[in-house]
């Protein structure tokens, strides 16, 4: 079960469904300069709660943007060569803010293997792409890393 859905679990133990949509939904429609006063302060309880977050909590919130980057590319259907698997692979372990040979260690690869991959010398396998979902906590799945290899696969087929 992942994190959000024990979150939701928890709330729903306190809460009914509406309520929890009512705290999240904001129905009132205001003025420009309300608008702009409540930006304001949105904006400053962001920068706060930004200049306050763990190391642990900006890795999470990386991964989950990397995460629904690599969705929405996958959902658009084009493909594009800054999406392909060595670069977004690439991507993820500056996100981790580790290097390649940690990246290899937790891996369970051999780092010339890792480089081959990053630099389009070698394709993955399935395999690296259940570590790379174990590595990031599940929060990647292997499915999307496939997707990726595949959708590269398939334009280089139909290129060449």
């Known amino acids: 079960m992942k994190k959000s859905d024990k979150i939701y679990e928890e709330l729903r ?9 009512e705290g ?4 009132e429609s205001l003025s420009p300069s309300e608008q702009k006063e409540v930006d304001e302060e949105f904006r400053k309880i962001r920068l706060e709660r930004l200049k306050n977050m763990t190391d642990q909590e900006r890795l999470v919130a990386n991964l989950l943007r990397l ?6 590319y996958l959902e658009s259907g084009d493909y594009s060569e800054e999406y392909n698997f060595s670069n977004l692979l690439r991507r993820y372990i500056e996100v981790t803010q580790r ?20 630099h389009g010398r070698e ?23 496939w997707r990726l290899y595949s959708r590269e696969l398939e334009n280089s087929i139909r290129t060449e």
Do not use: C, G
């Open 13 to 21: 133990k306190k809460y009914t469904d509406e309520e929890i949509v």
């Open 24 to 27: 999240f939904v904001f129905n």
């Open 67 to 72: 995460k629904y980057q690599i969705k929405m």
């Open 99 to 118: 290097n390649n040979k940690e990246i290899a260690d937790d891996l369970s690869i051999h780092p010339t293997k890792l480089s081959r991959v990053l």
């Open 123 to 145: 394709n993955p396998n399935v395999e690296l792409m259940y570590r790379l979902e174990k590595h990031s906590s599940e929060e990647i799945p292997a499915y999307y890393w």
